[in-house]
Structure formats: C-alpha cells, structure tokens
C-alpha cells in the first residue's frame, strides 16, 4: 500500500462544474500539504499549500486538510477547459524537504 | 525567464550507454532535486542537495549519480542504462530554512523524457 492515495481518474465534469478531489495518506507525520497542478508534458507547478489542519481559498480553489482523518481535498469552482490537468497531492514531514507525491488525478473539463 | 530548466528536454539512447541530464535555477534557491516519474504518472523523489550536499539518497541503483558543482546546479548521470529507466525525469528547486512552510515549496522544471530502447 503507498504512503498517498489518490485516484487517477479520469475524472470529467462539464464545464462550470466544481471539480473535487482528494487524497488519503497513511503517515500522521505528514504535517505539510500541497497540490501540483501538471499539464500534459510540463512539470508540476504548485496551486495550493497548508500546514496542518484547515482550510485554504485562494480564488477557484478550495484546499481542506483533515489530519484526524488523513483526508485532503482540493475543490475547484466554475471549473474551467483550460483546468484540464493532472492534479498531484503531496505532503511532507516537519523537515519538509521530501515531498510524497499521490498518483495524481487526471481531469478533464468539457466545454 | 525559466525559472528551473533541463537540458535535454528529449533524450532518445539505446541500452548500456552512459548518459547526463543537466538542471540550473535561478531562483536563488539553495536546494535541489532529482525526480523520477514513470509511465503512471507516478513521482518519486530520488536525491536532493542542500548547498551542494546530499541530503536525500532515496533506494536508487547506483548507476546513478548526481552531482552539485553549486547551488544552483543539479546534474545527474546514469550509467548503463536499462529499459527500466525509461521515464521522465524532473529536477526541483527550494528554498532551505527560515521560518514557516516556504521551505517546502518547491519549483519543478518541464522534465527531460528519457527513453531506452
């Protein structure tokens, strides 16, 4: 079993759906979290990052951590074509420099 | 003005040959990685320098070998390469120390795909 779980989809919503994906871990340890956003053949580029528990808006984006649970999410409003993507979670410990990426879910966004 | 790049993007070599991938940041960052992301999307980290000194050494065949000539550079070399180590390969830049998350966040560069036939 891998320390991130994550489905890899695909996930298809219509356009102006709200997108919503999460990951399960297994390492209370864990104590960072963060969201990588990977277009086909480019690299991870960060959307969202928290520290522990909570909730965090940043415009269309929603990112939620539950550590009681080892449960977070990422919610994407009036989802867009152009939000097509994979979506990566990844964590790391209270050293924070290994991060522990999740699989990644693909999405797509239909107009 | 990237901000991490790879140099090559594409490399395309046959079983046994020795190769180079090359990183460079301009972030000013002092921490870099190597990444390796298989065929299901899959990214593990591999190494990481911290001011030119390994701090992470993941369980990686040893015919692969990074090297930091400084901070702003990350290289990695493979030795007799293996269908296996078909994949693509990222490097990731950070910025160590000083107080909050911050140190966590890190840049990615586009990847260098890497095929072995």
């Known amino acids: 079993q891998k320390e991130v779980e994550q489905d890899p989809g695909p996930l298809s919503v219509p356009e102006g759906a709200i997108v919503s994906l999460n990951c399960t871990y297994s390492?209370?340890?864990?104590?960072?979290f963060m969201w990588y956003r990977q277009y086909s053949r480019k690299g991870p580029e960060l959307l969202m990052y928290?520290?522990?528990?909570g909730n965090k808006e940043d415009g269309r984006f929603t990112a939620q951590v539950d550590k009681s649970s080892k449960y977070i999410s990422l919610f994407i409003r009036d989802s867009q074509p152009s939000d097509s993507a994979t979506y990566l979670c990844?964590?790391?410990?209270?050293?924070?420099?290994?991060?522990?990426f999740g699989g990644g879910t693909r999405v797509l966004v239909k107009p | 003005d990237t901000a991490v790049s790879q140099t090559p993007k594409y490399l395309v070599t046959q079983m046994g040959n020795d190769k180079s991938i090359k990183c460079e940041q301009n972030?000013?960052?002092?921490?870099m990685y190597w990444y390796k992301q298989d065929s299901k999307k899959f990214l593990k980290i591999m190494f990481s320098?911290?001011?030119?000194?390994l701090i992470i050494n993941e369980t990686v065949p040893n015919r692969f070998s990074p090297k930091s000539p400084d901070k702003a550079h990350l290289n990695l070399h493979i030795n007799s390469l293996e269908l296996g180590d078909s994949a693509v390969y990222f490097c990731?830049?950070?910025?160590w120390g000083g107080g909050g998350p911050a140190k966590n966040i890190q840049y990615f560069g586009a990847g260098t795909r890497l095929s072995v036939l």
């Open positions: 990731a830049s950070s910025q």
């Open positions: 390492n209370s340890a864990f104590q960072y």
């Open positions: 928290t520290y522990s528990s």
């Open positions: 990844a964590m790391s410990g209270a050293a924070g420099n290994k991060l522990t």
């Open positions: 972030l000013g960052h002092d921490t």
């Open positions: 320098y911290n001011n030119k000194e």
